[in-house]
């Protein structure tokens, strides 16, 4: 079974500076997707990035950057200059490439400070 | 386009109860599913459909019932609701169903069963 494990509940980082949140993953298939939603407090899901399994590039979005290890199962987000806009609950998803499903962690509750 | 909405935002049930929480988009997408939010749990997945007349099941399907009579709308019922079910629900679409599309989520629907 594919399951999806962010082992930090809770991060807090200082505004402009740079957090990385955690996320690991347990599958058996060689091809997949991996992405970060965040949820602000207004409950919608957005999406922020993502990587295929098969780039060893990690992807990055303005701002926001992956270290995507393979052999490892790791997939972590950094957020570089962080701002209060950042503060928002982080969701790790994986997905395989034939498959249906999305597996999500179970988040990491992410606080700026001023 | 109104992107991916969800009816109601709020509901109140008594136990044995049974309600339809509606779900539906705009952008002639094929994929559509519905998760359940719990604290600690992140999002798992009830029923998912890939395309009209098409759906399946999840990781969490029991007392869920769903069906896909158009590509726009995707219907979740509670037959007998039960304390359990008490969550946070989202909708989400994907335009298909290969592994890189990434999902749009409705809003959510805050469902309390006392």
């Known amino acids: 079974a594919q399951t999806v494990t962010q082992s930090q509940p809770e991060m807090s980082v200082q505004e402009a500076e740079t957090v990385t949140l955690s996320c690991t993953y347990d599958?058996?298939?060689?091809?997949?997707?991996l992405f970060w939603y965040k949820q602000p407090p207004s409950r919608q899901m957005i999406l922020v990035i993502r990587?295929?399994?098969?780039?060893?590039q990690n992807a990055t979005e303005n701002r926001f950057s992956v270290n995507f290890q393979k052999a490892a199962k790791s997939f972590s987000l950094k957020i570089s200059d962080s701002q209060l806009g950042d503060a928002a609950m982080y969701f790790c998803?994986?997905?395989?490439?034939?498959?249906?499903?999305?597996?999500f962690g179970t988040g990491t509750s992410l606080t700026v400070i001023p | 386009n109104a992107g991916v909405t969800q009816t109601p935002k709020f509901q109140v049930l008594k136990t044995g109860q049974s309600m339809t929480l509606q779900c539906a988009q705009d952008?002639?997408?094929?994929?559509m599913s519905w998760y359940r939010q719990d604290p600690g749990m992140g999002l798992r997945l009830i029923h998912y459909?890939?395309?009209?007349?098409?759906?399946d099941q999840g990781e969490v399907p029991n007392g869920y019932n769903v069906s896909r009579s158009t590509t726009e709308d995707f219907p979740l019922r509670l037959l007998s609701a039960a304390p359990s079910q008490t969550s946070v629900y989202f909708c989400?679409?994907?335009?298909?169903?290969?592994?890189?599309?990434?999902?749009?989520f409705g809003p959510g629907t805050r469902l309390l069963v006392l």
């Open positions: 989400a679409s994907s335009p298909g169903t290969g592994g890189w599309e990434t999902q749009y």
């Open positions: 599958t058996s298939e060689s091809d997949y997707y």
């Open positions: 990587q295929e399994a098969y780039k060893q």
């Open positions: 998803a994986y997905r395989v490439d034939t498959g249906n499903q999305f597996y």
């Open positions: 952008m002639n997408h094929e994929y």
């Open positions: 459909s890939v395309g009209a007349g098409i759906t």
